[in-house]
């Protein structure tokens, strides 16, 4: 097998701020899988708060190549080699994985959520992220996200009280979750989380940083609002600690390492009665099209990433009015858009 990787920069429709950080150009790799006359396409969203880059990815994609094997069907012998050598570059490893479901499904000339025995007709509809800004931008936001149902609202600032006042005033009937991405503290987040229940909330992600499931379960135990871990679930082994603690995890591909993984961690969450999340990083069509392939076997969607860019390089996944379209098309189910110099 062959694989090589290209780098990616998409601007974002509008900066995109949370509780830690600020970005208005998404960058990916788009990762390419040769075998026997096929390509398989894959996206690699490495995210500095797990220590990954665009860098480390492509350095560690460079040295890939080696044990790949010459059978893309071997996904459990490959998976297992990859996490031994690249553990720490996941959103990497999830980019061969990505590639590999892609390559299976055309060379089996099926979709891959069909492969997986799933019914594309059980998708959730998505969320749409809301990013930290001022009020009259938080505003104009919501207005220009009418067509989207259910909205996910970043929060984990000072202004927490004033953000989802604004988000009320534009969006009154919606249904609103919450994401504090780690921004309060064991000390403080009951207070906060009594504060925004008021705004009739669905539920608050990681309400604050990972490494305390016990003040987590205090949390959840109080009963204000349900608890979805995300920073705190990363990969599968972090799922069982987690049982009676949250409500619910946040899967993501460039967290757990792709489809295989996150297979893995959806159905541990089940056995200790956890519900579950997608989620992405801000990435193409072509990243958001992989998590998707799972979306009929979660409770929640969070696949917008590739909604919130200017210009999606690719096409094929939808997600216009929260819904995500899995096709009947082989693989992945996405093509380039117009004529890039993406190509298959
Ligand atoms: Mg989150």
Known sequence: MKLSCQR???PLEHAFTIARGSESVARTLLVRLEHDGLTGL?????????????????????????VLGDDPFDLQGIMERLLDGFDDQRAAVAAVDAALHDWIGKRLNAPVWRL??????????????IGIDEPAMIGRKVDEAAE???????????????????????APGKTVR??????????NALENLRRV????IEFV?????????????ELTRAGVLPIVADESAVRPSDVPPLAGCVDGINIKLCKCGGIRQALEMIHLARGVGLKVMLGCMVESSLGIAAAAQLAPLVDWVDLDGHLLLAEDPFAGIGGQG?????????GLGVTPRGATAIGE
């Open 8 to 10: 990616l920069e998409m």
């Open 42 to 66: 894959g996206e690699a969203a490495p995210n500095p708060y797990y220590h990954q880059d665009i860098a480390s990815a492509e350095n560690a994609l460079a040295d890939m190549e080696p």
């Open 116 to 129: 997986l025995g799933l019914d594309a007709g059980r998708t959730p509809l998505t969320s749409f992220t």
């Open 148 to 170: 989207y149902p259910i909205l996910k609202v970043k929060v984990g600032t000072a202004n927490d009280q004033e953000i989802l006042e604004t988000v009320r005033r534009h």
């Open 178 to 187: 919450v994401d504090a991405n780690c921004g309060w503290t064991a000390a």
């Open 197 to 200: 229940a008021g705004f009739d």
């Open 205 to 217: 992600e990681q309400p604050i940083p990972p490494g305390d499931n016990g003040a987590l379960a």
């Open 322 to 330: 929260g819904r995500l379209t899995l096709s009947d098309r082989p």
